[in-house]
């Protein structure tokens, strides 16, 4: 069970820095938000900095066990969220992801962005919410959606990732 566990983690982390095998495009990414923007719909980037534990996970519409996450180690579910970076101890490609979010949207956007191999940066598109200490992140876990495609809301589906974050 510990070993399902810590493989779900893994892959958890390699799906947000990697894209979930989607592959690379030639299209242009989309613009992040211009410095300074007032935030109208959602959490700045400033508001979601801080220490997370790894309380939630939901991978393609099933959630994993509290019971099964709760046995791993605090510090394999210690997550860093910092100058819009997201760092893990478990997370692929030295453990830090860059991130950038828009909060002009409802609900808040948020995108990753990890290097694919041929040293291509890949783009993974999101949403984020944050209530009260607890910060949700939900990617789509499709590799036939196309690259712009994000999730709508944070419900749980076959083609969905979903990490629930509770701030230490």
């Known amino acids: 069970m510990r070993v399902c566990c810590g493989l779900l983690f893994t892959l958890s982390l390699l799906f947000v820095s990697s894209g ?8 242009k990414p989309e613009s992040p938000p211009a410095p300074g923007t ?9 508001d979601i900095e801080g220490t997370y534990l790894i ?3 939901d991978f393609n519409g099933e959630k994993m066990p509290d019971a099964e996450l709760a046995k791993e180690p605090e510090g394999e579910r210690t997550v860093v969220i910092k100058g ?4 893990g101890k478990m997370a692929p490609g030295g453990g830090e992801e860059e991130f950038t979010t828009d909060t002009t949207t409802t609900p808040a956007q948020i995108d990753f962005t990890a290097s694919a191999p041929g040293g291509k940066a890949r783009k993974q598109l999101g949403i984020y919410k944050l209530e009260g200490g607890t910060l949700t992140i ?3 876990n499709d590799p036939q959606q196309p690259p712009k495609e994000r999730p709508k809301d944070f419900a749980s589906n076959k083609s969905s990732f979903i990490l629930i974050l509770k701030k230490k």
Not at 38 to 46: L, N, R, T
Not at 84 to 87: C, E, F, H, N, R
């Open 138 to 140: 939900a990617v789509n």
């Open 84 to 87: 819009g970076k997201l760092t």
């Open 38 to 46: 007032a935030s109208k719909a959602g959490p700045s980037p400033s």
């Open 20 to 27: 979930c095998g989607k592959t690379s495009t030639t299209e």
């Open 55 to 57: 309380v939630g996970i």
